[in-house]
């Protein structure tokens, strides 16, 4: 599931960090390196995914990592474009539904690659293939394919406010779901607190649906709702990395679809996510 949902995922950013960075507080790495990237582990108290929570008691553990490499810049039409890899893996506190053939707690692991262009300086589009399999024998193997289109905002507005929408379209091969396109639109509405200090608050309100006739069954698959905190961990040497400590709370309405395959109409999704940029 890498660069799924809201954790999509969220949604996949130009950064290649998956919309889990998405309007957060992350410094930038140095400009003179081709190749950065991010790792870290999202803590949640389950694992839900386009509306489908794939694992709901226990704790999920989330560690991921993703390297980005960087291939042009420029003050043309196009104004930048890179390429990234990642992988990505969820692993319960507890069995999964004591399906596993040998009761392994390693739900799943994603792997997968991807490129994005910035163009008119405020829009990027990203692409991302992904590979999952799980080692827990929980389900099959399959793979998907999605593009995400972003509208970089900030400075449009007072102050440091920032709406941050987005568009995401994936397909999904080799799932027992049915096949079909998933759309997901959203927005973050956020502010940055203290941008001048060496702690800068960010808060936002991240709302987005999944919508898609042949992927839901129905036109209506869910919506989601919560808010996201970011918090740089300044006091960390630099030479570590850029640390970022990152606290969501998301409330899940489900769809015919979703609520049939979940056993529950709503559903509530907390997680806490440290990582670190290099």
């Known amino acids: 599931m890498l660069a799924h949902h809201l954790t999509c995922l969220a949604v996949l950013a130009a ?21 950065s990237g991010e790792m870290g582990i999202t803590v949640a108290n389950q694992y839900i995914t386009r509306g489908f929570v794939v694992q709901g ?9 993703d390297l980005n490499v960087d291939l042009y810049e420029g003050d043309g039409f196009i104004n930048a474009a890179s390429a990234f890899v990642g992988l990505w893996s969820a692993i319960g506190s507890t069995p999964y539904e004591s399906v596993g053939k ?4 390693y739900t799943e692991l994603d ?21 999952w399999t799980s080692p827990a024998g929980a389900y099959d193997d399959g793979h998907w394919i999605s ?9 449009l507005f007072p102050g440091t406010f920032s709406l941050e929408p987005f568009f995401k379209i994936a397909h999904e091969f080799g ?7 998933c759309f997901e639109p959203g927005i973050r509405p956020n502010v940055t607190f203290f941008p001048e200090s060496d702690a800068p608050i960010n808060a936002g309100l991240l709302v987005m649906a999944g919508l898609g006739r042949g992927y839901f069954g129905v036109d209506y698959g869910y919506f989601a709702i919560g808010p996201q905190v970011s918090i740089p961990l300044g006091f960390i040497d630099p030479t570590a990395g850029n640390w970022t400590v990152t606290a969501e709370c998301f409330y899940y309405d489900f769809g015919r679809t979703t609520t ?3 056993g529950q109409e709503h559903s509530w999704l907390v997680s806490l996510k440290l990582a670190v940029r290099f």
């Open 102 to 105: 040998d009761g392994s707690r």
């Open 147 to 155: 593009a995400t289109l972003e509208f970089d905002d900030h400075g």
């Open 175 to 181: 799932s027992d779901l049915a096949p079909g396109l």
């Open 111 to 131: 792997y997968g690659f991807g490129a994005s262009i910035t163009f008119a300086e405020r829009w990027t589009i990203s692409s991302f293939y992904n590979r």
């Open 57 to 65: 008691e226990g704790t999920s553990f989330q560690p991921h990592l």
């Open 15 to 35: 950064s290649a960090t998956c919309l889990q960075a998405g309007g957060q507080i992350v410094a930038e790495p140095d400009s003179a390196s081709l190749l």
């Open 260 to 262: 049939a395959e979940n």
